[in-house]
T-cell receptor, first 111, second 113 residues
Framework: SQQGEEDPQALSIQEGENATMNCSYKTSINNLQWYRQNSGRGLVHLIL?????REKHSGRLRVTLDTSKKSSSLLITASRAADTASYFC???????????FGKGTTLSVSS | DVKVTQSSRYLVKRTGEKVFLECVQD?????MFWYRQDPGLGLRLIYF???????EKGDIPEGYSVSREKKERFSLILESASTNQTSMYLC????????????FGAGSRLTVL
């Protein structure tokens, strides 16, 4: 069952702007992961945040996690046209056998 | 460069045909997964396997079976393909000892006529 939800479903911005996507989940997690998918391709792992972490950075990416609200956000700073893709959050349990995907946020960055 | 390889990027099959989708990973990962992805529905788990010869049903196993005879290979089988199985199929693997980060294949787009 779909237990992750991203918000918004679609986001259109200009190059140089920041993009923020949100994710809510229903289960207890060991970690939460964000993936990116270019059109018609497989997903690529971007960043992982563990349940005992609150914020994590990787290059232009910033992820926050609020386990009390069962939510996470992904911020992409200074967006580029090449960031155009779909972004998915994945809530992972301890064993890694429950990896719950949301439906994704489609980001369009125009130059 | 580690990777997950799916045998076919595009397949066109007829209703009733038996279809095999092959997935091979070279990372010695214990866990392997098959998802299908449809517009508006996101990724849905069909089956997963956490060890050789082990398999678990995901959210939508009906109409599918899987085989994992070797650690590196996880096959998805459509015993009798139907038009509603037209979809993008994504294979992934993860390391149980690590953080269970998924590595995906490029996907197999199946069209059933």
């Amino acid at each position: 069952s779909q237990q992750g939800e991203e918000d918004p479903q679609a986001l259109s911005i200009q190059e140089g702007e920041n993009a923020t996507m949100n994710c809510s989940y229903k289960t207890s997690i060991n970690n939460l992961q964000w993936y990116r998918q270019n059109s018609g391709r497989g997903l690529v792992h971007l960043i992982l945040i563990r349940s005992n972490e609150r914020e994590k950075h990787s290059g232009r990416l910033r992820v926050t996690l609020d386990t009390s609200k069962k939510s996470s956000s992904l911020l992409i700073t200074a967006s580029r046209a090449a960031d155009t893709a779909s972004y998915f959050c994945v809530a992972a349990n301890q064993a890694g056998t429950a990896l719950i995907f949301g439906k994704g946020t489609t980001l369009s960055v125009s130059s | 460069d580690v990777k997950v390889t799916q045998s076919s990027r595009y397949l066109v099959k007829r209703t009733g045909e038996k279809v095999f989708l092959e997935c091979v990973q070279d990372m010695d990962h214990e866990n392997m997964f098959w998802y299908r992805q449809d517009p508006g529905l996101g990724l849905r788990l069909i089956y997963f396997s956490y060890d050789v010869k082990m398999k678990e049903k995901g959210d939508i196993p009906e109409g599918y079976s899987v085989s994992r005879e070797k650690k590196e290979r996880f096959s998805l089988i459509l015993e009798s393909a139907s038009t509603n199985q037209t979809s993008m199929y994504l294979c992934a693997s993860s390391d149980r000892a690590g953080a269970n980060v998924l590595t995906f294949g490029a996907g197999s787009r199946l069209t059933v006529l």
